[in-house]
C-alpha cells in the first residue's frame, strides 16, 4: 500500500461505549496518534446517531451492548444516514456469532476488546482509509 505524505488527512474517529472509563481511555489513545481526531463521544446508540449527525466521523468505534440503544440497532441507523461512515464492531461477547450475515451488514469490521491497543489503532486506521476512498468516488 503506497501513501503519500501530502494525501494524508485526519481521520476524524467517534467512540461510542456505555463505559465512561473505556470511552475516556479510547479518547485518550486515539488522541495521541498521529492524523486521528477525535471528534465525539456517546453513550448509547441514540446519541451515536445524533454525533454522526454532528461531526460527520470517518469511523465510529461502536459497542455493541449498551442502554437505550445497542450497536445493532445504531449501526443499520448510522449507516442509512451516514454509508461511507465506517463502523468497529467492539465488544468483549464471547459467543456472538460476528460473522453472521445479519450482523455484519452494518458493520465494516468487528474487534474484541481485549485486543492489543497496536491493533485497535492499526484496524481504525484501516477503515479510515476505506472511508476516505469510498467518498472519493462519489
Known sequence: ML???CELSTLRLLVVDD???TRLTLQLVFSCQENIQVVGLASNGEEAIEMVKRCHPDVIVLDLQMPVMDGWSASSHIKA???NTQILA???VEDVNFHGTKVMSSFDDICKKDVPTSELIALVRQLGQRAGDSSVGG
Open 19 to 21: 463505559h465512561e472509563l
Open 90 to 92: 467492539y465488544s468483549s
Open 3 to 5: 501513501m503519500l505524505s
Open 81 to 83: 444516514i451516514s454509508p
